[in-house]
């Protein structure tokens, strides 16, 4: 699953589209099939809705938390779309769908945006656990009213670490905590066991038990793995690609997650934290 790295990265390939027009939106089979059988298939609202899209200028595109969205114009009304990838959503800019190198990619498109370029802005996703959908306030979407500050933003690590001393959180599990976006957005579960390695916590402590300091480290060893991925061009996993197809070598950087051994050569233990598989090593975190 794509956690911040690999959305911020999306998001910046899609940086050319910046001030072109959507002219036409085509939704895949799948996608009208579901939703007359009731299913919002990817697209979360009444397609008739969703399809104020066309006839867009594309304003910006900008991410929070897992989240990437497109400031949207028609008819001098501002709007947004808003785009989650799910488990194995993508991004493609071609100038036709043959373009799109991965069959598996091709085959499972299921919104195509046709812009002012004569490009295609496509939506890929292949187990369809990804969302678009349309919106007119942040305050009509319930996970951004909720999110705390993005990490790079002056007041996150305070919040995060305040938050964390909150009564309401002192007998959570560290490691299922920090991949709660009220606490910080767009920790996964690979981010997750990164930072608690590094930061030398066992993810299996409970915040009660973890004093503000270490609270402190845990937050800037976050924001180490993620600007270590942002530089590698991101993890490529299962399924995530970068809309041009590349894969990011982030994975190779792992100390924990996926491996058999950390870099002290210990072995790792697995656990599962908060229903996702958690890498951890019992010698060099406590
Ligand atoms: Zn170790």
């Known amino acids: 699953m794509p956690e911040l790295p690999e959305v911020e990265l999306v998001k910046r390939s899609l940086t050319s589209l910046i001030?072109?027009?959507?002219?036409?939106?085509?939704?895949?089979?799948?996608?009208?099939?579901?939703?007359?059988?009731?299913?919002?298939?990817?697209?979360?609202?009444?397609?008739?809705?969703?399809?104020?899209?066309?006839?867009?200028?594309?304003?910006?595109?900008?991410?929070?938390?897992?989240?990437?969205?497109?400031?949207l114009i028609n008819d001098d009304e501002m709007f947004y779309m808003i785009s989650h990838l799910g488990m194995s959503g993508g991004f493609f800019i071609v100038d036709h769908l043959d373009e799109i190198t991965e069959t598996n990619y091709k085959k499972h498109w299921h919104v195509q945006f046709k812009l002012s370029s004569g490009q295609i802005l496509v939506y890929s996703d292949i187990r369809r656990f990804g969302e678009i959908r349309t919106i007119k306030n942040f305050d009509d979407f319930l996970p951004f009213k909720n999110m705390a500050p993005e990490y790079t933003e002056e007041t996150a690590k305070n919040y995060f670490v305040e938050t964390l001393k909150s009564k309401r959180y002192e007998n959570s599990y560290i490691k299922a905590i920090i991949m709660d976006s009220k606490i910080i957005p767009g920790v996964g579960n690979i981010y997750a066991s990164e930072a608690l390695y590094r930061s030398g916590i066992l993810p299996t402590r409970r915040v009660k038990n973890i004093s503000r300091k270490r609270l402190?480290?845990?937050?800037?060893?976050?924001?180490?793995?993620?600007?270590?991925?942002?530089?590698?061009?991101?993890?490529t996993i299962s399924d995530y690609r970068s809309?041009?197809?590349?894969?990011?070598?982030?994975?190779?950087?792992?100390?924990?997650?996926?491996?058999?051994?950390?870099?002290?050569?210990?072995?790792?233990?697995?656990k599962v934290i908060g229903q996702r598989n958690t890498y951890y090593c019992t010698k060099c975190q406590r």
């Open 19 to 71: 001030g072109l027009e959507i002219k036409d939106v085509v939704l895949s089979q799948t996608v009208i099939n579901g939703h007359k059988n009731n299913r919002l298939t990817i697209v979360k609202e009444n397609i008739d809705d969703f399809l104020k899209v066309r006839n867009s200028k594309i304003i910006n595109i900008k991410r929070r938390g897992k989240y990437m969205y497109f400031e």
């Open 216 to 235: 402190e480290l845990l937050f800037d060893k976050i924001v180490e793995v993620f600007e270590l991925s942002l530089n590698a061009g991101g993890s």
């Open 243 to 270: 809309t041009s197809g590349e894969s990011g070598n982030m994975q190779t950087k792992f100390t924990v997650y996926g491996q058999k051994y950390c870099p002290l050569g210990h072995e790792i233990k697995t």
